[in-house]
């Protein structure tokens, strides 16, 4: 499963396409929580100082222990008769798996200062396949704001379709198209957005919109085209 450095799930390769923060290049036994890109309040006053710490030190954390876990107990039922405990440990392989590398997608996807809209090949990408950033952004806002119960917004490049789309991920990992590289996404899972908001999570997705860093997905296009 983690061969040079690649964590590979379900068929595509997480790390190159998520590049967790110093860590996609490096040959991995275990993963760590990535530093958060900027400070706790960076983000106010759209995401609160408290919930970016409890958000990342204690829920991230969470999903990278769970994935430490999955793997190590993966390693040591292998080759045993305990098929209910192989299940079970994939399911948590790909529930923290994806909760973790879609965590660190999200805090690199935003940034203190961020908002206006994408440029360059970015832009007349999703105008392709979106026809305007004004109705890209209505579909994405829609699908964020509907997910049933908790889950994403995510925006990807599928490499075999050779265009965009936007996914509504349900948990960490249902609702996914196999092959689709996420390059931005939204957490609408109430631990993202309860404190300020509480069940206003329209309100939360609208005002998410000023600190997502173009900049940042622009380049994960680029590497991902
Ligand atoms: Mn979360």
Redo the contacts with the bound molecule.
Sequence with gaps: MVLGGSLVLNGFDFTSALDPVGSSKDPQVEFTLPPLPYAYDALEPVIDAQTMRL?HDI??AGYVRGLNRALTGLAGKRGSEDTAGIKELSRALSFHGS?HFL?TL?WQNMGPGGGGDPTGGLREAIERDFGTVASFRSQFTAAASQVEGSGWGILAWHPTAGRLLILEAEKHQNLTVWGAIPILVL?V?E??YYLSYQNRRGDYVKAWWDVVNWDDIAQRFERVV
Excluded: I, L
């Design positions: 958000h829920h991230h909760g965590h999200f957490d899972w631990h993202a």
